[in-house]
């Protein structure tokens, strides 16, 4: 499937936001997720369908001000 | 003691936790100066880098209070949908409400601040809005929902100091009961006392420490500012006068001609 995952364009085989984060390598519990500009709650993740050219954000901690 | 949404807070210095030249300078800093909350943000993170969780395990062990921001949202959607992100990792219903409506100044937009800080406090939100020194803001604003507010001292990274006095000393006295928080535009120690001896009741500040040249004696001096400037604040400081009034008695004084 054709995501956009963190602003880059790229093939992932996945039918779910949960298989995103595994098939990617995270932690699926120190990272938050949107679709589409829209938050999915970690326990959602697993009944999220996505579609080509979704756009996924996985977002962790960082230093802020 | 200080108090947000019904969590006391020992120090009345918050900082932030970027631009250090490294993770454990910045602990230093918390450290030597005892501020009780960092501030924190939510940024992309691939399935190979680790730095979320590494900085997480950092700020984690500092035994501070987690204040997540929304820097960088420009749209009410932006920054609502990082509050939500952020609740989810932070664990915390806090969030530093930042709406950026000018890109040079880093100005809050305050139209879609109101509107977030209502949408976000309707969700059970504790929204620390970043807002200016306007009344009618800070007005709705608390209409919204927030029970804190953060006007600016100076644009985010200036370290220009309190940039209109006369302002902040109205919002102040506007609003005399909500728990009140300069952030940004702090530079120097003397800055952050001069808005504790105005009553403020808290200073959040990030660069000024963590772009000093040894962040831990600045971070070491900005607590000594806050404390002085706010016993200076509870003392009760004497009215400024324009002409001199002798402090020695004249009574009692000899005649030597």
Known sequence: ?65 | MVKFYETEVDSRLMLGTALYPSPSIMAGAFKVSGAGIATVSLRRESGHDKAGQDFWSLVGGMGVKILPNTAGCHTVKEAVTTAHMAREIFGTPWIKLEVIGHTDTLQPDVFALVEAAKVLSDEGFEVFPYTTEDLIVADKLLNAGCRVLMPWGAPIGSGLGLSNIQGLKAIRAQFADVPMVIDAGIGLPSHAAQAMEMGFDAVLLNTAVAKAGDPAQMALAMARAVEAGRTGYEADPMEPRDMASPSTPLIGKAFLE
């Open chain 1, 1 to 65: 499937m054709k995501l956009i995952v963190n602003g880059d364009a790229q093939e992932v085989e996945a039918a779910t936001l949960a298989q995103v984060l595994e098939t990617l390598g995270h932690d699926a519990t120190t990272v938050a997720t949107a679709v589409n500009g829209d938050f999915v709650a970690a326990v959602a993740r697993e009944k999220t369908t996505l579609s080509d050219g979704d756009r996924v954000e996985i977002l962790a901690p960082r230093q802020g001000g």
